[in-house]
């Protein structure tokens, strides 16, 4: 079981920027993909953005043209780069990553934009 481990949330002013960081225990370049979601109390998980093995990118239209997503297969570690932040993106940012027979998750960094 791959383990990830989620970083850099935090509390930053709407119009911020943060970097979220998501470590996998092996070499990243075997997942399918890897994908970042968030989710607030009483709503479903949310997607956020995906980058395959291949390294396309797609991603949701409430962050696209301020979110950011790429890898570094060097040292394991895929990255959310956050820019122009807003109060709705509020959230427990998670990674997820697709391996050949099953997915799994991180534990959740805190992201909080304050008005």
């Known amino acids: 079981q791959v383990q990830l481990v989620e970083s850099g949330g935090g509390l930053v002013q709407a119009g911020g920027t943060l970097r979220l960081s998501c470590a996998a225990s092996?070499?990243?370049?075997?997942?399918?993909?890897m994908a970042w979601y968030r989710q607030v109390p009483g709503k479903q998980r949310e997607w956020v953005a995906t980058?395959?093995?291949?390294?396309?990118?797609a991603y949701a239209d409430s962050v696209r043209g301020r979110f950011s997503v790429s890898r570094d297969i060097a040292r394991n570690t895929m990255y959310l780069q956050m820019s122009t932040l807003k109060p709705d993106d509020t959230g427990v940012y998670y990674c997820?990553?697709?391996?050949?027979?099953?997915?799994?998750w991180g534990q959740g960094t805190q992201v909080t934009v304050s008005s």
């Open positions: 980058i395959t093995q291949g390294g396309s990118r």
């Open positions: 997820k990553a697709q391996g050949p027979t099953q997915d799994d």
């Open positions: 092996l070499t990243i370049s075997t997942f399918n993909y």
